[in-house]
């Protein structure tokens, strides 16, 4: 006869024990979201991903895209960025061509990026995180791992519980939903985030992993692109099952340190872990034309706004780059990248978009360009940017003077209360 499991309800949080139970109703509430597992309350390595983030913040701000597939992305001859699932389920995915994806699903809401408003939810959601545990590895502005071991004392309650209550804060306060994986490793919780999206909360436990990744492909692996693995087919290796056949030594000589870090994976095995201090290694913006273009002018406006999205964004993670890249790519989609080194490390959009407006000047002619982006990279804290003037430009401290006190006025206003006369082009 089973023995009772740990089991919590996700609607009401209460904790309870429990016959497993395809039609288990929590005792408390009656709801049916509850969860049951041998492991739900020792396990403590959580991955946390946020569901189609920034579609769900465009719905939270528009109740009108509420149940419309929502595209946010570029022009007709942009790329996808992130689509609601109403459109996924019609075959939209990230980085689709946006013809391609309006082919798909004709009737979609096509939405610009609004990387502010993301920033600020992220930011609340991040808030939540830090309140469960101190160690909080971000990977993006809408997913992080979460070590919770040893918060039970301070919390009241097991990680488990506190994940659930996350994920109902999140979506109480802040108007966005989340999928919980959680296991006892990094690798298994990212793993377990997908199983259950949207608003999911998968648990992959110690004693049954050897049978969850039976049979299972390798490109479950976080990582694992395209190219690597064309190259591990052409070994052989498509599932888990076939990396346990390999000797540790051969998959090492074959894939070198990928092959000893595939060894562990195919038994549940990974030892990194949660860090909170995983950096940052660059910000970026581009855009997609709708037409192939030449003129200064036009491409001067994007590049300021380009560079004013990767300042902002820099201003928020209070980050500044000592690099600035400029990224273009022609009509025949052959790629252009100039690169210029700062003397000293910057986050203001003026001292980013002069930069690039400079690199774009030596390869202007060689245009026409259908796409154009702007990166900052070299990252360091902010606290150590822009100290020092430029001799060789006297107007450049008096700028960037201006730009602090029109972001001071942008933060109490909004975001349209001052702009740029060069970013209308």
């Given at each position: 006869?089973?023995?009772?499991?740990?089991?919590?309800?996700?609607?009401?949080?209460?904790?309870?024990?429990?016959?497993?139970?395809?039609?288990?109703?929590?005792?408390?509430?009656?709801?049916?979201?509850?969860?049951?597992?041998?492991?739900?309350?020792?396990?403590?390595?959580?991955?946390?991903?946020?569901?189609?983030?920034?579609?769900?913040?465009?719905?939270?701000?528009?109740?009108?895209?509420?149940?419309?597939?929502?595209?946010?992305?570029?022009?007709?001859?942009?790329?996808?960025?992130?689509?609601?699932?109403?459109?996924?389920?019609?075959?939209?995915?990230?980085?689709?061509?946006?013809?391609?994806?309006?082919?798909?699903?004709?009737?979609?809401?096509?939405?610009?990026?609004?990387?502010?408003?993301?920033?600020?939810?992220?930011?609340?959601?991040?808030?939540?995180?830090?309140?469960?545990?101190?160690?909080?590895?971000?990977?993006?502005?809408?997913?992080?791992?979460?070590?919770?071991?040893?918060?039970?004392?301070?919390h009241g309650h097991p990680p488990a519980v506190m994940l659930a209550r996350l994920v109902k804060?999140?979506?109480?306060?802040?108007?966005?939903?989340?999928?919980?994986?959680?296991?006892?490793?990094?690798?298994?919780?990212?793993?377990?985030?997908?199983?259950?999206?949207?608003?999911?909360?998968?648990?992959?436990?110690?004693?049954?992993?050897?049978?969850?990744?039976?049979?299972?492909?390798?490109?479950?692996?976080?990582?694992?692109?395209?190219?690597?693995?064309?190259s591990l087919e052409k070994a052989g290796l498509r599932t888990f099952d076939d990396i346990l056949?390999?000797?540790?030594?051969?998959?090492?000589?074959?894939?070198?340190?990928?092959?000893?870090?595939?060894?562990?994976?195919?038994?549940?095995?990974?030892?990194?872990?949660?860090?909170?201090?995983?950096?940052?290694?660059?910000?970026?913006?581009?855009?997609?034309?709708?037409?192939?273009?030449?003129?200064?002018?036009?491409?001067?406006?994007?590049?300021?706004?380009?560079?004013?999205?990767?300042?902002?964004?820099?201003?928020?993670?209070?980050?500044?780059?000592?690099?600035?890249?400029?990224?273009?790519?022609?009509?025949?989609?052959?790629?252009?990248?100039?690169?210029?080194?700062?003397?000293?490390?910057?986050?203001?959009?003026?001292?980013?978009?002069?930069?690039?407006?400079?690199?774009?000047?030596?390869?202007?002619?060689?245009?026409?360009?259908?796409?154009?982006?702007?990166?900052?990279?070299?990252?360091?804290?902010?606290?150590?940017?822009?100290?020092?003037?430029?001799?060789?430009?006297?107007?450049?401290?008096?700028?960037?003077?201006?730009?602090?006190?029109?972001?001071?006025?942008?933060?109490?206003?909004?975001?349209?209360?001052?702009?740029?006369?060069?970013s209308l082009r």
């Amino acid at each position: 006869m089973p023995q009772p499991q740990p089991a919590i309800c996700r609607s009401c949080l209460a904790e309870f024990h429990a016959e497993p139970s395809a039609m288990l109703r929590c005792p408390e509430c009656g709801n049916p979201r509850v969860l049951v597992h041998d492991e739900l309350f020792d396990l403590s390595i959580a991955h946390m991903d946020c569901d189609a983030f920034y579609a769900s913040v465009e719905k939270r701000d528009n109740p009108a895209l509420q149940d419309k597939p929502v595209i946010i992305g570029g022009g007709k001859r942009g790329v996808v960025s992130t689509a609601c699932y109403v459109a996924r389920i019609k075959g939209v995915r990230s980085a689709m061509p946006m013809f391609q994806a309006l082919k798909l699903c004709p009737d979609a809401v096509v939405v610009k990026p609004r990387m502010g408003a993301y920033v600020e939810a992220s930011r609340a959601v991040r808030k939540m995180m830090d309140e469960l545990t101190p160690k909080v590895e971000p990977l993006s502005l809408d997913e992080a791992f979460m070590d919770l071991t040893g918060t039970q004392k301070l919390h009241g309650h097991p990680p488990a519980v506190m994940l659930a209550r996350l994920v109902k804060r999140m979506k109480d306060e802040v108007g966005v939903t989340g999928s919980i994986g959680l296991s006892h490793n990094k690798f298994l919780a990212k793993v377990a985030s997908d199983l259950d999206k949207p608003r999911g909360f998968a648990i992959i436990g110690k004693a049954e992993t050897p049978d969850f990744l039976r049979g299972k492909p390798v490109r479950m692996i976080w990582g694992v692109g395209p190219a690597f693995q064309a190259s591990l087919e052409k070994a052989g290796l498509r599932t888990f099952d076939d990396i346990l056949r390999w000797d540790r030594r051969e998959l090492h000589e074959r894939f070198g340190g990928m092959g000893d870090r595939l060894w562990h994976l195919a038994r549940g095995e990974d030892y990194r872990r949660v860090s909170t201090n995983a950096p940052v290694k660059s910000i970026s913006n581009e855009t997609t034309f709708f037409e192939d273009t030449s003129d200064p002018d036009l491409l001067d406006g994007y590049i300021w706004r380009l560079a004013e999205q990767v300042s902002d964004r820099a201003k928020a993670r209070d980050l500044a780059g000592r690099v600035v890249t400029l990224k273009l790519k022609r009509a025949n989609f052959t790629a252009l990248s100039r690169r210029l080194s700062l003397r000293d490390a910057t986050q203001m959009a003026d001292k980013i978009y002069h930069t690039a407006r400079g690199l774009f000047d030596q390869v202007s002619d060689q245009g026409p360009f259908r796409l154009i982006g702007v990166g900052l990279s070299d990252l360091i804290p902010a606290q150590a940017a822009d100290l020092t003037g430029d001799l060789l430009d006297p107007q450049a401290e008096q700028r960037s003077r201006a730009e602090r006190a029109t972001d001071s006025i942008r933060e109490k206003f909004g975001k349209d209360a001052i702009v740029k006369g060069r970013s209308l082009r």
